[in-house]
């Protein structure tokens, strides 16, 4: 099946213990991105990816940093975590940039900083 | 990106059609009208996309208006599953794909 699989769904961490949030999509799509979801303010892209090797900046990078060193694979690093960044995480793929190819998102990582 | 405007919430009863309007004013001539839905916390669903002509998937049917400056997303027979969030999306440059506020859907029974 054709998807996007974010680990883990739920995950309770202090600030400041370094974490990583995986996302893997078995589509073969070469466009990846994460985005942050909080109330009243919608959803927010924090890293993008065109492509292996390739990422940029979204709306809200700081204390975040990604790579993409596989294709399929997009993981989430937060280094130093703080409390402002608890909140609902989705990771998102796409065939291509090529206009018309929509995201698939993933089912999400429901992140507390304590 | 071209901004959207959707109405905050609607009501519709269940197998009826549902149809939920976005205006769009702003699109520009290669901007995809794209609508997802987010049904509570899950990830948002991708349920169907278009440039310029109507779309019609298993899902719904997308109409556009000749100017381009509004679309309808129609569920044609909704059911209780279908209360979710719906998002109407306006996306040229696909790096940034801004999600707003979108349309709380309530399928009543």
């Known amino acids: 099946e054709a998807q996007v699989t974010q680990n883990p769904r739920y995950l309770i961490t202090v600030t400041g213990k370094k974490l990583t949030v995986t996302c893997s999509q078995n589509?073969?799509?070469?466009?990846m991105s994460w985005y942050r979801q909080d109330p009243g303010l919608g959803l927010r892209q924090i890293y993008y990816?065109?492509?292996?090797?390739?990422?940029d900046k979204g709306d809200v990078p700081e204390g975040y940093k990604v790579s993409r060193k596989e294709k399929r694979n997009f993981p989430l690093i937060l280094e130093s975590p703080s409390p402002n960044q608890t909140s609902l995480y989705f990771c998102?793929?796409?065939?291509?940039?090529?206009?018309?190819?929509?995201?698939?998102f993933g089912n999400g990582t429901r992140l507390t900083v304590t | 990106d071209a901004k959207t405007t959707q109405p905050t919430s609607m009501d519709c009863a269940e197998g009826r059609a549902a149809n939920l309007p976005c205006n769009h004013s702003?699109?520009?001539?290669?901007?995809?009208v794209y609508w997802y839905r987010q049904i509570h916390s899950q990830g948002p669903q991708y349920i169907i996309h278009?440039?310029?002509n109507n779309e019609t998937n298993e899902m719904a049917s997308l109409i556009i208006t000749e100017d381009r400056k509004s679309s309808t997303l129609i569920l044609p027979h909704a059911t209780l599953r279908d209360t979710a969030v719906y998002y109407c999306?306006?996306?040229?440059?696909?790096?940034?794909?801004?999600f707003g506020s979108g349309t709380k859907l309530n399928v009543k029974p």
């Open positions: 998102a793929s796409s065939l291509s940039r090529v206009l018309g190819s929509p995201l698939h």
């Open positions: 589509m073969n799509h070469e466009y």
């Open positions: 990816s065109m492509n292996v090797e390739v990422t």
């Open positions: 702003t699109i520009s001539g290669n901007e995809y």
């Open positions: 278009g440039l310029k």
């Open positions: 999306i306006v996306n040229g440059n696909f790096n940034k794909f801004y």
